[in-house]
């Protein structure tokens, strides 16, 4: 029944794609025939276009977590080394399909992503439109159907799921102000033996967002938007999300800008719920802004902070808790093909009701950047120290869900580099390595996922 449902929509999206478009009401497209007729060479210069490209390639991932857990016995409590190596392979098969319809006035983009590996395999079928109702309003949908089959690290889960959004945008006045409304749709399906924690569910929703868009000035957006969840194998799960957004930032004469964003959700449970997992409020706020202090020297700033809030919370699984991060950098840009900054980070973690949560955090990071023409590398090394409120004691059974201060350091890397003759390498990855002060807590990991690429 699923393949047929992944078959409708696939033929749908074909026959739409093929088919006359019926116009909008008061589409250009329906209504602007005898002027088109009218004007030598229009007829060329609106034809409709149609562009396909397919690719094919293999895929590596490998990834590795290297850590020490408790093993308990009758008679003591002891350490033992776990390393959970993993690696696959894929084969990587793509098409998309890039037009337009009605003379231009609609464009619209099909994309089929399979990936067919040892461990896991995936199918993603995706479909947007966009389409100007007139001069100055616009139409855009979206939706995707996915299906994946995981079986890595001793998983057997199967898992379906279709979302996407409909959105219109329309000015408001002086038309740099712009009004958007829109919904979403979520339905998610999992089966198999290891899909006890990502239960079934549909969801549904929508939102309404202003913008301020003016050539120079503060531009601006804020909205709120409403989603419905119900989970039909646990209805304890079904609830409500309202969430927000604010952001505001400024471009003084091109000697830096300045951007303050909120974002938040507030979640409600739709029933009396035994726990809090779904009664909760999450709120973000930051600050961003840069300085110039030449053409190829800036310095970057960034402030944040994250408050999250249970209705009902406990010390062991809900518990409150407060994120602060800070961040500084002196940065140095050449041309729009490279650049480099290096600055400090830190970071405070407090929980009043979980006390052994509660961290500081400094670290030094450098980022380099690299975009040429057919080229895009980023390398982020950092290097610190983070240090627990509530240290250990040093009697082990005490100490059962402690954590001892560490030294870390840590890597990414990305890159999509061209090969030549229509090949293309993209690669991610990130390791991380953890010295504590006490050893029998040091831990290691590994990330990475290689893929290469013939494009046509």
Same mark, same amino acid.
């Given at each position: 029944?699923?393949? @047929? ?44 276009? %149609?562009?396909? +490209?397919? =690719? ?8 590795? =977590? ?26 990587? !098969? ?62 057997? !889960?199967?898992?379906? $799921? ?6 219109? +945008? ?47 000035? %503060?531009?601006? +957006? ?15 799960r079904d609830h409500f999300e309202h969430a927000w957004e ?8 091109? *000697? ?33 802004? @840069? ?10 700033? $960034? ?6 809030? /249970? ?6 699984? /809900?518990?409150?808790?407060? %994120? ?36 500081? =955090?400094?670290?030094?990071?450098? =980022? ?13 090394? *950092? ?7 509530? &240290? ?7 100490? %059962? &869900? ?29 390791? $991380? ?24």
């Open positions: 029944m699923r393949s @047929r449902a992944a078959i409708l929509t696939l033929l749908l999206a074909s026959a739409w794609v093929a088919a006359p478009r019926a116009a909008w009401p008061g589409d250009l497209a329906a209504r602007s025939d005898t002027v088109r007729a009218s004007v030598p060479g229009d007829r060329a210069a609106t034809s409709d276009t %149609v562009r396909a +490209r397919f =690719e094919f390639g293999a895929g590596a991932d490998v990834s590795n =977590e290297i850590f020490y857990e408790d093993d308990v016995d009758t008679t003591f409590l002891r350490h033992r080394l776990v390393s959970t190596p993993e690696a696959q392979l894929a084969g990587v !098969l793509a098409w998309e399909l890039d037009g337009t319809r009605g003379g231009r006035e609609t464009r619209y983009h099909v994309r089929n992503d399979l990936r067919a590996g040892n461990l896991v395999q995936t199918e993603l079928l995706e479909l947007h439109a966009g389409s100007g109702l007139d001069f100055t309003r616009r139409l855009d949908l979206e939706s995707r159907l996915g299906w994946r089959h995981d079986q890595s690290f001793g998983r057997n !889960l199967t898992e379906w $799921r279709a979302d996407g959004f409909g959105r219109m +945008r329309s000015p408001l006045g002086d038309g740099d102000t712009h009004v958007e409304a829109g919904g979403r749709w979520d339905f998610g399906r999992s089966s198999g033996p290891s899909a006890g924690l990502i239960p079934d569910r549909n969801a549904g929703g929508g939102w309404i967002a202003l913008d301020h868009t003016p050539i120079t000035g %503060v531009d601006g +957006r804020v909205g709120y938007s409403l989603i419905a969840r119900a989970y039909p194998d646990s209805t304890m604010a952001r505001a930032r400024d471009d003084p004469r091109g *000697a830096g800008w300045l951007e303050f964003e909120s974002t938040g959700e507030r979640r409600v449970t739709m029933r009396d719920a035994p726990t809090s997992r779904d009664q909760f409020l999450d709120a973000r706020a930051s600050v961003d802004g @840069r300085v110039r202090f030449g053409r190829m020297l800036a310095g970057d700033g $960034r402030f944040e902070g994250e408050w999250f809030r /249970y209705d009902h919370p406990d010390s062991v699984l /809900y518990f409150d808790y407060d %994120v602060w991060r800070a961040a500084l950098d002196l940065r140095f840009d050449r041309l729009a093909t490279f650049a480099a900054s290096i600055g400090p980070r830190v970071q405070w973690l407090r929980s009043p009701l979980s006390p052994a949560e509660a961290y500081d =955090e400094g670290a030094i990071a450098l =980022e380099l950047e690299w975009l040429a023409r057919s080229a895009w590398w980023n390398v982020a090394p *950092a290097f610190g120290r983070r240090r627990y409120r509530l &240290g250990p004691t040093g009697r082990p059974f005490e100490d %059962v &869900g402690i954590h001892s201060p560490y030294w870390f350091v840590e890597a990414g890397l990305f890159c999509d580099q061209s090969l030549g003759a229509g090949w293309r390498l993209r690669a991610s990855g990130t390791a $991380r390595d953890e010295r504590h002060d006490d050893a029998s807590q040091n831990a290691q990991s590994l990330y990475f996922s290689l893929d290469i690429r013939r494009l046509f």
